[in-house]
């Protein structure tokens, strides 16, 4: 490619291509779409039964037991907003951090969105890039480019001019031209950018169980509906007398009562406004959540693990201090200079730019030939035109396998007659908080042999290099507040093990000594036993890094795993939760459902609380809608084989729903609540709603045949009384689930009862709900089957919460 060509494209090809419609711009949005969301919220099963249940009323003249109709499409246009202004704040967020590419447009190198770059383009690539498109490598040095995430295969990549690179991959060495060749929807990442890149749902135990549950009352509605529509016409004196005098609307008005309360159709609204409002608080915090059942991963969380840098430090490591090892022996002099060209090497990563702080240039080297930094190998190497031999910086244990039997100068601790082996002096200086490089020197220059199969000649060390990072101030608070809540923190870093370890103790964490990554195991199962043991791993690749993950998991623990690196990618993939910083590489940001927008670590507390309190106020306001379906289920098939006329009319239960139900259970989604989410959900929930439903549905048998069939008390006040009882023992659940008591409980509870004080008292509300309070043995009636009712359901909370504790020690 000639030099004309590496300058890149002119302002006037830009302009060209854009006009064309030749650019990146793709519409993969991290969250779901207008339509989506409104689709989620409008067509669904039970939105039609409810709207044809709705219609037929009004078609019968009952507008006034439609009411349910109207609450139906308030609590949809409520889901709909809610997600929809979700989206809106988490969208704003994405747009202000998407991820930049680098071009290269008459001869200037240029950082722009990575939906305006263009055809041709020339992109510059370095090490922790995502690449914006598909492109023709033109120019590269050591350029290694990782494809995992586009074709599963973990290794690494190496690319030469004429090779072909895939938007999405990563570079993780090295650095290179490239010419776009396919951008937008032709590129290979977003060919299938819907699937991979676009909204996803991740495994939710939530939707899920609620989903089972609505497929169960999905099949189970029809038939009960037919038994129910049946009892009622027969008690009219069947279907010809029925049809012929007229009485078949009021069955059909008996009937649409019980099938709209067998759908718990705020439980569905509850869990969507949830998860929607518990991103956008999220989004107040800068923490961006790109799925948003991910809000339920987090309370799920039992294990997490941080990568050192940029989590419990800040990023940003500095130069400590040199420590001469052998500067003496001939050929070495140049020691310094060669740790300033590190330091100033184009492709140089943030720890050689920090030697390059304390070693400004003051002798320019010309490189002749050289090998890249990988973090795979942990080294880099340059032979250059001034000095003869290779220069290497790169990890001790890495560039020097038997460091515990090379010998060098040293004054410190470790150090017998003056000298020490090169394994102690490291260790020595880790156990400091000190990260360490080593520079070496050998005679022999690289060869094309050599950077070809990225291998050294022989080489002394020279001289050891310290860095020391500064520990972030909210670190040890934070690790504590894990610590209280139960959930386990493993420091998985790429740094020696000691320094890992001094550092976890610095933050709090009782470590004795890091795990060397290198002695780890390759079994899962072996892997397995030693992470539950340690807390603290150094030396760790980034293949390690998702091992570990896959492993930690094997074991049943929830895993969230943060960081910012390229290396931390993989990891973050597979992690059950993956949690980006803002300042790490675009691939990371990329793969991850969390990304913490100003970086700040002591945000993950609230992050952890935000989804325990979703999650475990969803389990709470469950209870109180599968009770209402378990009972509304226990009264159509009793009523239906008894041919007893239902009690209550379509309003009367929306009255009873709005104030025992769907008012508190709003209110109650979004208190605080720190109770560590467990699998079971729907075990749990239906463990009590099923025989407190059948507590409430014998209750209204027993009242009707009583009242109704033996007193023979008329039908309206059956139907008050039958509210009542409803309201009462419904008034009771939503004490018993709200415990404990709080004082913004104790106001809710106390509104509802005031709410249906109220309902009795107004005329005006009276007449319209048709309440018409029943009098002398039928009054004490409700008052002794309410009293039977609520002691029964207390009984089957305490057999619940007894068994729950046999079976489930942290319930």
Known sequence: MDAATLDGLTTAEVAERVANGETNAFDADTSRTWWSIVRANV???????????????????????????????????????????AKIALDRLALLHAPRARVRRDGIDL????????????????????????????????????????????DAVDKTPGGEILSGSIVVGGEGLAEATKVGADSYANSFAHEARSFSMMRSELKRSIDRVLTWIGWAIGPVALLVTNSQVQIHGGWAVALKDGSWRDAAVSSIAIIIAMIPLGLVLMTSIA???????????????????????????????????????????????????????????????????????????????????????????????????????????????????????????????????????WEG??????????????????????????????????????????????????????????????????LSYFAEQGVTVKIISGDNPDTVATIARRVGLEVEEGIDAQTLPDDVDALADVLERSTVFGRVTPDQKKAMVTALQSRGHTVAMTGDGVNDALAIKNADIGIAMESGSAATKAVARLVLLDGQFSHLPGVVAEGRRVTANIERVSMLFLTKTAYATAIALLFGILLLPIPFLPRQLSLTDGLTIGIPAFFLALLPNARRYRPGFLRRSLSFAIPAGIVVGVALTAYSRIAGEAWGVDLDHVRTGATLIVAFLGLWVLVLVSLPFTWIKAVIVAAMVAGLGLALAIPFVANFFKMTLPTGDALTLVWWISGAGIVLIGIVRVIQLSWLRRTDPEA
């Open 413 to 478: 601790p470790s150090a017998e007659n003056g000298e020490a082996s090169l394994a102690d002096v490291v260790r020595e200086l880790a156990s400091q908080g000190k990260r360490t490089l080593v520079l070496a020197h050998g005679d022999a220059a690289l060869d094309d042999a050599h950077v070809d199969a990225e291998r050294l000649p022989q080489v002394s060390p020279v001289a050891l290099v310290t860095l020391v990072e500064q520990v972030r101030p909210d670190a040890a608070q934070t």
């Open 43 to 85: 067509f669904t099963l039970f939105n039609g039964i409810v709207i044809a249940c709705f219609a037929l009323l009004l078609l019968l003249g009952h507008w006034q037991d439609a009411l349910f109709g109207f609450a139906a499409i308030f609590n949809t246009l409520i889901g709909c907003y809610q997600e929809i202004r």
């Open 275 to 409: 998860f929607a409002v518990g991103a956008a608080r999220l989004a107040t915090q800068q923490v961006l959540v790109q799925e948003l059942p991910a809000v339920e991963g987090l309370a799920r969380v039992d294990v997490i693990c941080l990568d050192k840098t940029g989590t419990l430090t800040f990023g940003d490591i500095g130069f400590d201090a040199d420590h001469p090892l052998d500067i003496t022996r001939p050929g070495v002099e140049g020691w310094r200079d060669a740790l300033a060209w590190f330091g100033a090497a184009p492709d140089a990563n943030a720890t050689a730019r920090s030697i390059g702080d304390g070693h400004p240039v003051t002798r320019p080297l010309t490189a002749q030939r050289s090998i890249p930094f990988s973090s795979a190998r942990k080294w880099s190497a340059v032979s250059v035109a001034e000095a003869p031999g290779t220069w290497v910086l790169g990890a001790p244990s890495l560039v020097f396998p038997d460091a515990a039997q090379i010998a060098v100068e």
């Open 111 to 154: 950082e722009v969105a990575q939906g305006d770059v263009v055809l041709g383009d020339l992109l510059v690539l370095r090490a922790g890039d995502q690449i914006a498109a598909d492109a023709v490598v033109r120019s590269a040095r050591g350029m290694q480019v990782d494809e995992s995430m586009l074709t599963g295969e973990s």
